[in-house]
Each structure stands twice: as structure tokens, then as C-alpha cells.
């Protein structure tokens, strides 16, 4: 969606009101991007759409705006990440989950999404039997 099209935050007196429940907000390291999710759910996705929205923070206007959104559908997104290292942001959406990149015109695009279940590959069972699993491609943390 064009930024220009992106609904604003209403604001009651000092007090931002999304349009939407919000699952998730993260926020880069300046400060300038954050990006939240929300919604309503699978039966409520025509009332309160399932979205992502990212929002700036204009230090010199002193102005908080929503540049874009994606409507998800019927999957509610609950959680947000952002990655410095990688200058990336993650979004998880019941069993989908998405790689986001924040463009220089201050747009989303979601460069990766996944399903969980199909995706993972089998590391064998965790100390309290569960199954460990690891995307293709990942690099295992020390």
C-alpha cells in the first residue's frame, strides 16, 4: 500500500489509538522506524483487519505517522522483532512467519515468508523431548 494511503493513528489528546488490538511493536536502534501488528483474528478480520503497520517518528516535526501496512488476511500477526545486526524485522503469524525489510522510501516489503511446518529441518530431540528444528540455511547462535 502507498504510504499516502496508510490510516493515521487517531490521537486523543497525547494518547495514540491504533486501529486495531496491538500483538507486537519493536523499534529500530534510532528510533526512527517501529513497526506493530494486530487485529482481529480469523473471525473478526473484516471488522479489524489483521495488518502490519510501520510507523515513523519525525524528531525535527515531532510527528508520529503510519507510512504503510500489509493486511495479512485471516492470519493475526502477535509478535514483532527487529534485528540490528541484519537490519532486518521479523514478523510471526500463527504458523507464518515473515522477513521484513524497510525500504529508503520508507515502505515494507516483506523479502521472505515461511511456513513453520513445511520449513524447519529435524535436529534431533531437545533434553525434555521435544524436537529441535532450524530453518534452511540458518547458522546456529553461540
Not at 499516502?4 to 519493536?26: F, I, S
Not at 507510512?67 to 488476511?73: A, F, M, S, T
Not at 540490528?84 to 516483506?110: F, R
Request: net charge negative; aromatic share 6%; proline share 5%.
Amino acid at each position: 500500500m502507498a504510504s499516502a494511503d496508510a490510516k493515521q493513528p487517531g490521537k486523543d489528546g497525547e494518547n495514540w489509538q491504533m486501529p486495531y488490538p496491538m500483538m507486537g511493536l519493536a523499534a529500530c536502534e534510532n528510533g526512527r522506524h517501529m513497526i506493530s501488528c494486530g487485529g482481529g483474528g480469523s473471525a473478526g478480520k473484516k471488522e479489524i483487519p489483521n495488518e502490519i503497520h510501520l510507523h515513523i517518528w519525525d524528531e525535527v516535526l515531532g510527528k508520529f505517522s503510519t507510512v504503510d501496512r500489509r493486511n495479512l488476511g485471516a492470519v493475526l500477526p502477535v509478535n514483532v522483532a527487529y534485528s540490528h545486526q541484519q537490519d532486518l524485522w521479523t514478523c510471526s503469524a500463527g504458523p507464518k512467519g515473515y522477513l521484513i525489510e524497510v525500504k529508503e522510501n520508507e515502505e515494507m516489503e516483506i523479502v521472505h515468508e515461511f511456513t513453520s511446518e513445511y520449513e524447519q529441518q529435524d535436529l534431533g530431540t531437545n533434553h525434555d523431548g521435544t524436537k529441535r528444528t532450524m530453518e534452511p540455511n540458518q547458522e546456529k547462535c553461540m
